[in-house]
């Protein structure tokens, strides 16, 4: 295979390059050991230079000294102004920095360290090749070389020696697996192609449950070997590496299942159901999209099911700890795919009820602690026999000195909760402390890389002694004064059995596994993971003098687009990924990121509305149709320049853009008020003025609760232009026509703006955050005086009948319910009916058209009428398809015991806080009309303003459009 390679000479001399033998070159190539390795590390580095090669070799035994040694064999024809380099890859972030020390350790070459965090997917070509110019080694994620290799910013020919730690993880769609199939074996078959040396590291070359048979073992070895294009070395015994390596002891640990009462358990899971229920139920009536409100169902199921599963697994008190943890985790609000503002509530509400019901069930004394008396806890239900059995053994070891443990868990929650119960109950009896370390993939907890890195240097240096951990630690971790393993949850695989049981470094640590008593299954698993080490190294071994398998791979063109000028490449597999970066720059901010939505009902993938190509409609394999569109869409993206040769979005940032996005956003920003609306009071004015103009709305869609017009009073006379003006506003069912007509002037007493003031006051603060302790305190403190600057009325209008009165004054005083002289003059009732409400008896003329609260769940409804037929024994479908009477109802699900039940329910549409447009573009479902309205026992209401005007719901909404109108025709003007 001839290459063109530069000598050292040429490269030293920046002289012209002559095309050389690379066989010949790498003859030339001798191994620089260290002095100070063992001999399985230089036979393996022999291996190595002479082959590609996958060194198998037990944790701890110094595989990244062969790579680093490897490494120094390359260091001539990698060292700058060489266009060469050299790639370690490691599949874990908090490994990139450990490896990247070793290297400089024992190389003098210079190191490059990338993860995705740092920003490089942003990073284009330039960038890439200062990094190229700068380092020598660059020390990477699989995924920001693969992304790489695809956009044609590296070619495998610049690499020289290609490093992949944990190289078990090559299978499937892992970023490894990719490298190799859609890169290295495209290139092989290629007679001028220039390859990397590969050098792959593991302790486990199966990254499965592992099989009975020998040949299942070496199925797998083969086919590790004909993805990486290379042979496994090993040691011919595990003998070998015990002259120079510590091993732990695996020791089992066997606790006596005992469950929690089943009593409990029956009846806290039922709470549990009814609170999801409960929550899932109140979905309906919010104003979300369709795929919106299934988010926040799977997110709630999630914890539902993470909840049960702590009951059951841990017990009452580590369920409320995680109920807890769940209502107080942090979310990023406006990031892809999270919940919404609303979501997020519900979700922490659900949670938090959870964590109430948990508590209830905990002895209320405060000096009672968790895992005080053992016995107690277990017989009670607070702590399972396998939690218990985690302490005693913990206990076992407090003699320890220096202890550094690490407790392995299959689950995040159960990291967390663990943690919390150690750090509750180990300073009792010892100066341990413990913290946890979880990945950050599962939606459930996320730790910052910086927060886990620094968690693992304290344990290093002996100010953390326990960490809880998941997976995440399995690999790679060099702490050699760990003298304790502990696997609360059974590995799942071989290569996890081996690279937990790798973790303790220390001499005469130990491995301990726990196991149910009687789990025969778990303990034979357990066995063949102990025995799986020789059987793996015994058939490497066997097939060593044997060549690699040839990888067998599909080279159809109609699954591959390469971009001729640059090399930059695509595939089905990278297809969605780019789609999604694509739509991710198109122009966004902080509350709305552009993304694809892909239909599989009509098999259509919709873009964003700033993105230059039409949606995509495909058809073909149901299982790859996602895939084929966004790989057509990226097609379409190239052809029309959208996407550049290098396959990245063609988006130019100007320069003040590009520094203002370094920069966090500012939520203070200065406000524009319309001079018309700025006028000071003068408090000796008997009466004050106001030039009155008549905002007349035109519903354009079907509802059956008309809106009324509402007036606008200004202390100025408004321009003629904006004073006939006209436009249409967006509002949750369609479009208002707004139009404007002035009126004339009118003249009020300072009693009567003061009324106005309360009513704007009090619908304002309504709708903005339905904060009515917060409303209470503003009224008591409003006056007239003062000198307000800013001074309009928005109020509700007359309907036409009622004309030439233009203002509504009963519904504006309805913001004086319920004084007792108003309620004395409700209305002219001819045949009055009394029913209980939360403010007394009161008559339903007062109920219906008012705005009331239900202190039960804080919300606020908008009564419309009363249900003639039902009562609270009238009976209430639910979902689950139960039916139970309203009296029911309410006593299961509110625990409110109703005592007029036979009065007739009201009928309530839900008020919601303002919708910000600007926040979150939400979509109306189909299904939104058959939940607008719900049924409402009037004891449970609380009536807040009688009567009131639907109209009044859009006045916010409608004073926001105003003002831009008005800012919108200062500057035209201007």
Same mark, same amino acid.
């Given at each position: 295979?001839?290459?063109?390679?530069?000598?050292?000479?040429?490269?030293?001399?920046?002289?012209?390059?002559?095309?050389?033998?690379?066989?010949?070159?790498?003859?030339?190539?001798?191994?620089?050991?260290?002095?100070?390795?063992?001999?399985?590390?230089?036979?393996?580095?022999?291996?190595?230079?002479?082959?590609?090669?996958?060194?198998?070799?037990?944790?701890?035994?110094?595989? +990244?000294?062969?790579?680093?040694?490897?490494?120094?064999?390359?260091?001539?024809?990698?060292?700058?102004?060489?266009?060469?380099?050299?790639?370690?890859?490691?599949?874990?972030?908090?490994?990139?920095?450990?490896?990247?020390?070793?290297?400089?350790?024992?190389?003098?070459?210079?190191?490059?360290?990338?993860?995705?965090?740092?920003?490089?997917?942003?990073?284009?070509?330039?960038?890439?090749?200062?990094?190229?110019?700068?380092?020598?080694?660059?020390?990477?994620?699989?995924?920001?070389?693969?992304?790489?290799?695809?956009?044609?910013?590296?070619?495998?020919?610049?690499?020289?020696?290609?490093?992949?730690?944990?190289?078990?993880?090559?299978?499937?769609?892992?970023?490894?697996?990719?490298?190799?199939?859609?890169?290295?074996?495209?290139?092989?078959?290629?007679?001028?192609?220039?390859?990397?040396?590969?050098?792959?590291?593991?302790?486990?070359?199966?990254?499965?449950?592992?099989?009975?048979?020998?040949?299942?073992?070496?199925?797998?070895?083969?086919?590790?070997?004909?993805?990486?294009?290379?042979?496994?070395?090993?040691?011919?015994?595990?003998?070998?590496?015990?002259?120079?390596?510590?091993?732990?002891?695996?020791?089992?640990?066997?606790?006596?299942?005992?469950?929690?009462?089943?009593?409990?358990?029956?009846?806290?899971?039922?709470?549990?159901?009814?609170?999801?229920?409960?929550?899932?139920?109140?979905?309906?009536?919010?104003?979300?999209?369709?795929? +919106?409100?299934?988010?926040?169902?799977?997110?709630?199921?999630?914890?539902?099911?993470?909840?049960?599963?702590?009951?059951?697994?841990?017990?009452?008190?580590?369920?409320?700890?995680?109920?807890?943890?769940?209502?107080?985790?942090?979310?990023?609000?406006?990031?892809?795919?999270?919940?919404?503002?609303?979501?997020?509530?519900?979700?922490?509400?659900?949670?938090?009820?959870?964590?109430?019901?948990?508590?209830?069930?905990?002895?209320?004394?405060?000096?009672?602690?968790?895992?005080?008396?053992?016995?107690?806890?277990?017989?009670?239900?607070?702590?399972?026999?396998?939690?218990?059995?985690?302490?005693?053994?913990?206990?076992?070891?407090?003699?320890?000195?220096?202890?550094?443990?690490?407790?392995?868990?299959?689950?995040?929650?159960?990291?967390?909760?663990?943690?919390?119960?150690?750090?509750?109950?180990?300073?009792?009896?010892?100066? !341990?402390?413990?913290?946890?370390?979880?990945?950050?993939?599962?939606?459930?907890?996320?730790?910052?890389?910086?927060?886990?890195?620094?968690?693992?240097?304290?344990?290093?240096?002996?100010?953390?002694?326990?960490?809880?951990?998941?997976?995440?630690?399995?690999?790679?971790? /060099?702490?050699?004064?760990?003298?304790?393993?502990?696997?609360?949850?059974?590995?799942?695989?071989?290569?996890?059995?081996?690279?937990?049981?790798?973790?303790?470094?220390?001499?005469?640590?130990?491995?301990?596994?726990?196991?149910?008593?009687?789990?025969?299954?778990?303990?034979?698993?357990?066995?063949?993971?102990?025995?799986?080490?020789?059987?793996?190294?015994?058939?490497?071994?066997?097939?060593?003098?044997?060549?690699?398998?040839?990888?067998?791979?599909?080279?159809?063109?109609?699954?591959?687009?390469?971009?001729?000028? +640059?090399?930059?490449?695509?595939?089905?597999?990278?297809?969605?990924?780019?789609?999604?970066?694509?739509?991710?720059?198109?122009?966004?901010?902080?509350?709305?990121?552009?993304?694809?939505?892909?239909?599989?009902?009509?098999?259509?993938?919709?873009?964003?509305?700033?993105?230059?190509?039409?949606?995509?409609?495909?058809?073909?394999?149901?299982?790859?149709?996602?895939?084929?569109?966004?790989?057509?869409?990226?097609?379409?993206?190239?052809?029309?320049?959208?996407?550049?040769?290098?396959?990245?979005?063609?988006?130019?940032?100007?320069?003040?853009?590009?520094?203002?996005?370094?920069?966090?956003?500012?939520?203070?920003?200065?406000?524009?008020?319309?001079?018309?609306?700025?006028?000071?009071?003068?408090?000796?004015?008997?009466?004050?003025?106001?030039?009155?103009?008549?905002?007349?709305?035109?519903?354009?869609?079907?509802?059956?609760?008309?809106?009324?017009?509402?007036?606008?009073?200004?202390?100025?006379?408004?321009?003629?232009?904006?004073?006939?003006?006209?436009?249409?506003?967006?509002?949750?069912?369609?479009?208002?026509?707004?139009?404007?007509?002035?009126?004339?002037?009118?003249?009020?007493?300072?009693?009567?703006?003061?009324?106005?003031?309360?009513?704007?006051?009090?619908?304002?603060?309504?709708?903005?955050?339905?904060?009515?302790?917060?409303?209470?305190?503003?009224?008591?403190?409003?006056?007239?005086?003062?000198?307000?600057?800013?001074?309009?009325?928005?109020?509700?209008?007359?309907?036409?009948?009622?004309?030439?009165?233009?203002?509504?004054?009963?519904?504006?005083?309805?913001?004086?319910?319920?004084?007792?002289?108003?309620?004395? /003059?409700?209305?002219?009732?001819?045949?009055?009916?009394?029913?209980? +409400?939360?403010?007394?008896?009161?008559?339903?003329?007062?109920?219906?058209?008012?705005?009331?609260?239900?202190?039960?769940?804080?919300?606020?409804?908008?009564?419309?009428?009363?249900?003639?037929?039902?009562?609270?024994?009238?009976?209430?479908?639910?979902?689950?398809?139960?039916?139970?009477?309203?009296?029911?109802?309410?006593?299961? !699900?509110?625990?409110?015991?109703?005592?007029?039940?036979?009065?007739?329910?009201?009928?309530?549409?839900?008020?919601?806080?303002?919708?910000?447009?600007?926040?979150?573009?939400?979509?109306?479902?189909?299904?939104?009309?058959?939940?607008?309205?719900?049924?409402?026992?009037?004891?449970?209401?609380?009536?807040?303003?009688?009567?009131?005007?639907?109209?009044?719901?859009?006045?916010?909404?409608?004073?926001?459009?105003?003002?831009?109108?008005?800012?919108?025709?200062?500057?035209?003007?201007?």
């Amino acid at each position: 295979m001839a290459l063109a390679f530069p000598t050292l000479l040429e490269m030293m001399s920046a002289e012209a390059m002559e095309p050389v033998d690379m066989e010949m070159d790498r003859t030339q190539l001798s191994a620089d050991p260290l002095p100070f390795a063992r001999s399985y590390q230089l036979e393996a580095l022999e291996a190595a230079i002479k082959q590609n090669t996958i060194v198998f070799l037990e944790t701890g035994s110094g595989k +990244t000294l062969i790579a680093i040694m490897l490494l120094r064999s390359y260091a001539y024809m990698l060292r700058k102004p060489s266009p060469f380099i050299a790639v370690f890859l490691v599949p874990q972030v908090v490994l990139v920095k450990q490896q990247a020390e070793a290297v400089k350790i024992h190389t003098d070459l210079k190191v490059g360290m990338y993860w995705g965090d740092m920003g490089v997917d942003f990073w284009e070509a330039d960038m890439w090749k200062q990094q190229i110019e700068k380092y020598e080694v660059l020390v990477m994620t699989p995924a920001i070389l693969l992304s790489n290799l695809r956009h044609s910013f590296f070619k495998l020919s610049m690499i020289k020696v290609l490093i992949l730690d944990e190289c078990h993880h090559a299978s499937g769609n892992h970023p490894y697996a990719c490298i190799m199939k859609d890169f290295f074996h495209r290139q092989l078959h290629s007679d001028a192609a220039e390859l990397p040396r590969i050098f792959g590291m593991t302790a486990s070359p199966i990254k499965s449950k592992g099989g009975k048979s020998e040949s299942f073992y070496w199925k797998i070895i083969d086919e590790l070997e004909a993805l990486m294009n290379s042979k496994v070395y090993t040691c011919v015994s595990e003998s070998v590496l015990a002259e120079f390596i510590p091993h732990s002891t695996p020791k089992f640990k066997y606790y006596r299942h005992k469950e929690i009462p089943y009593a409990l358990y029956a009846h806290i899971t039922n709470q549990l159901k009814n609170l999801k229920e409960k929550h899932e139920l109140s979905l309906k009536s919010l104003d979300l999209s369709q795929s +919106t409100s299934e988010s926040i169902s799977r997110k709630m199921m999630k914890f539902f099911s993470a909840l049960t599963f702590c009951l059951d697994e841990l017990g009452v008190w580590l369920a409320s700890k995680a109920a807890w943890s769940f209502s107080h985790q942090e979310t990023d609000l406006f990031s892809w795919e999270k919940l919404d503002v609303l979501g997020d509530k519900i979700v922490r509400s659900f949670s938090f009820e959870a964590y109430q019901a948990f508590a209830s069930f905990l002895p209320s004394d405060p000096k009672w602690t968790i895992a005080d008396d053992v016995t107690y806890d277990l017989d009670k239900g607070f702590l399972t026999s396998k939690v218990a059995c985690l302490i005693q053994l913990l206990l076992e070891y407090r003699g320890l000195k220096d202890l550094r443990c690490i407790i392995f868990v299959e689950r995040v929650i159960t990291a967390v909760v663990i943690e919390s119960l150690l750090s509750n109950f180990l300073p009792k009896h010892n100066d !341990w402390k413990t913290k946890y370390i979880a990945g950050n993939n599962s939606g459930m907890q996320s730790q910052t890389r910086k927060k886990q890195n620094e968690i693992v240097e304290e344990f290093r240096n002996g100010m953390v002694n326990i960490i809880v951990a998941t997976s995440i630690l399995e690999e790679g971790l /060099d702490v050699q004064s760990c003298n304790l393993v502990i696997r609360f949850d059974p590995s799942s695989t071989v290569c996890s059995f081996i690279q937990s049981r790798g973790r303790a470094r220390m001499q005469n640590s130990d491995y301990v596994l726990m196991v149910k008593s009687g789990d025969r299954n778990t303990h034979s698993r357990l066995q063949n993971y102990l025995a799986s080490g020789d059987i793996m190294r015994k058939e490497s071994l066997l097939h060593s003098s044997l060549p690699c398998t040839s990888l067998e791979i599909d080279l159809q063109d109609d699954d591959f687009y390469r971009v001729e000028s +640059t090399g930059a490449s695509l595939t089905l597999g990278s297809s969605i990924q780019l789609m999604y970066f694509y739509c991710s720059r198109l122009p966004s901010d902080g509350y709305f990121k552009p993304a694809p939505r892909w239909d599989k009902e009509t098999c259509t993938l919709h873009l964003p509305k700033s993105c230059p190509i039409p949606d995509v409609h495909v058809e073909g394999n149901v299982k790859i149709l996602k895939q084929i569109a966004c790989f057509e869409a990226c097609k379409q993206l190239h052809q029309i320049g959208a996407l550049t040769d290098n396959l990245v979005p063609d988006i130019v940032e100007e320069e003040g853009t590009q520094e203002l996005g370094c920069e966090p956003y500012d939520d203070v920003q200065s406000s524009y008020v319309p001079v018309e609306l700025v006028k000071p009071f003068c408090s000796n004015d008997a009466s004050i003025s106001y030039h009155c103009y008549l905002i007349e709305l035109n519903q354009n869609f079907g509802y059956d609760i008309p809106v009324h017009d509402i007036v606008l009073g200004m202390r100025s006379e408004l321009d003629c232009d904006i004073a006939n003006m006209h436009f249409d506003l967006e509002v949750g069912r369609g479009t208002l026509t707004v139009n404007f007509k002035y009126v004339g002037e009118i003249h009020l007493s300072s009693e009567q703006v003061l009324l106005c003031r309360k009513f704007q006051i009090t619908i304002f603060r309504i709708l903005m955050d339905h904060n009515l302790n917060k409303l209470e305190e503003v009224l008591d403190g409003l006056c007239l005086g003062g000198n307000i600057g800013v001074d309009y009325l928005l109020l509700p209008g007359t309907k036409v009948p009622q004309r030439p009165l233009i203002i509504d004054w009963k519904c504006i005083t309805s913001v004086l319910f319920p004084c007792e002289e108003y309620s004395k /003059d409700h209305v002219d009732c001819s045949l009055p009916n009394w029913i209980y +409400t939360k403010n007394g008896v009161v008559c339903t003329c007062m109920i219906q058209n008012s705005l009331v609260c239900t202190p039960h769940n804080g919300t606020l409804y908008c009564i419309t009428g009363l249900l003639g037929e039902l009562n609270g024994n009238s009976f209430l479908s639910l979902r689950d398809g139960r039916a139970l009477t309203y009296k029911k109802y309410f006593e299961e !699900w509110h625990r409110i015991n109703l005592c007029f039940a036979q009065q007739l329910l009201l009928k309530g549409r839900r008020v919601f806080q303002v919708q910000n447009y600007l926040q979150r573009c939400r979509q109306q479902t189909e299904k939104e009309s058959s939940h607008t309205s719900v049924e409402l026992p009037p004891e449970l209401c609380s009536i807040i303003m009688s009567p009131i005007s639907p109209a009044v719901y859009i006045l916010s909404r409608l004073f926001h459009q105003l003002c831009i109108t008005w800012r919108l025709y200062f500057l035209l003007s201007t």
